[in-house]
């Protein structure tokens, strides 16, 4: 009866068990999964962006072999998160399509322009130490398929910040005009990767209701706390200011205090007026338009294989 099944699913959350897709699940679980690993989705993809704005000018064949394998892990990722939401019942195909029609939302911070090549490091150092932070609790999601693919997916992303930062710290160790072009850029990117994390909890609509289902771990600010604390002590490392005055250790909470990331700008972004916004949606429309004949081809492969089978 339904109130079994309703019973059955939350013991299974209570325990701290997987949903897997075969399972029953309400409705606005499986409506808030979709919605989440959708983004996430979309995120990798419209994130190979900003980053292969650079691959034809990194500055030596092995950045560019680096930052090429980084951009198909990228593609990779998305791959798998839309295998992921298809175990929910809705294809590929229709997300993409709701992507391109901005009704859904991907990553705030692939909005923002690459305009040096210290960018490609800074990204990933805060982009992909942010998504880090953010991803390793989602590997212990309720929902089975996003949190396997999760696990995979956190291991590179642990590589991508380790080449961030390892491309970063020869910047450091070169002339004064690298090391200005380091800090230039973190001083870009560090309040846009703060907001990474979503709004504050105060004004985040869905984090209780997904603490509760098991599908997030911890609150944005939490995971901004985390990410904070964790990327100070590197920039120390790096020699660069991270651009808060506000920002300093706090004894009494044994963590640091900083500045409020400016959440009228964050609004913007989300909501399609960012500096890149129209630029990365326009690039993925045409991408997609061109990939049509290869999805007719697969079509009429697939079809024509099925008759041959019924024969
Ligand atoms: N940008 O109620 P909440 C990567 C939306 S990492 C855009 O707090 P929730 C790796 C939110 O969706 C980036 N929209 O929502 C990489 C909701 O709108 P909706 C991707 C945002 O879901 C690195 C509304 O605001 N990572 O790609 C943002 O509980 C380098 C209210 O917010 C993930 O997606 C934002 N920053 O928490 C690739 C991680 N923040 O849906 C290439 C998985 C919030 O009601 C290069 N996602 N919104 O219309 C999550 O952990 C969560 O969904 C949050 C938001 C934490 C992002």
Redesign the pocket.
């Known amino acids: 009866s339904p109130a079994e099944l309703e019973e059955r699913f939350d013991a299974t959350i209570a325990a701290d068990q997987r949903i897997e897709p075969r399972d029953w699940m309400p409705e606005a679980y499986r409506k ?1 999964l979709i ?3 959708a ?6 993809i ?3 962006q ?2 292969g704005n650079w691959l034809l000018r990194a500055p030596s064949l092995r950045r560019k072999a680096i930052l090429l394998a ?2 198909q892990d ?1 593609a990779g ?1 998305g791959m798998y998160l839309y295998a992921a939401a298809e175990t929910l019942g809705v294809d590929r195909e229709e997300l993409t399509e709701k992507l391109i029609d901005s009704r ?7 909005n923002y322009p690459t305009l040096s090549w210290a960018d490609i490091g800074v ?2 150092w805060l ?2 130490g ?2 880090i932070c ?2 390793v609790p ?1 590997c212990r999601c309720s929902y089975g398929p996003y949190a396997r693919a999760m696990i995979r ?1 956190c291991k590179e ?1 642990s590589f ?1 910040q380790r080449q961030g930062y390892e491309s970063l710290l020869a910047l450091a160790n070169g002339t004064e005009a690298q090391r200005e072009m380091v800090q230039e850029s973190t001083n870009r990117w560090w309040w846009p990767s703060l ?5 504050a ?1 105060g ?5 209780r209701q ?1 603490m509760e289902w098991g ?2 771990r911890h609150t ?1 600010d939490e ?1 901004r706390q985390r990410f904070v604390d964790m990327t100070v002590p590197q920039a120390e490392a790096l020699g660069v200011t991270l651009p808060d005055p506000d920002l300093r250790w706090n004894d009494e909470r044994g963590a640091y205090d900083f500045g409020e990331p400016d959440w009228s700008e ?1 609004k913007a ?2 909501s399609g007026a960012g500096p890149a916004n129209r630029q990365r949606l326009a690039h993925r429309r045409r991408a997609h338009e061109n990939g049509a004949w290869v999805r007719e081809a697969a079509r009429a492969y697939a079809d024509k294989q099925a008759a041959r089978a019924e024969a």
Do not use: C, W
């Not at 983004?39 to 990798?44: C, L, V, Y």
């Open positions: 808030s919605r989440q690993i983004q996430h989705a979309h995120s990798e419209i994130g190979m900003p980053e980084k951009v990228e990722h859904q939302k991907y990553s705030s911070i692939f990204i990933g982009v992909d942010a998504a953010n991803q989602l997916i992303e991508h907001m990474m994390f979503g709004p909890d004004d985040s609509p869905n984090t997904s599908i997030k944005n995971l964050f972004v989300i």
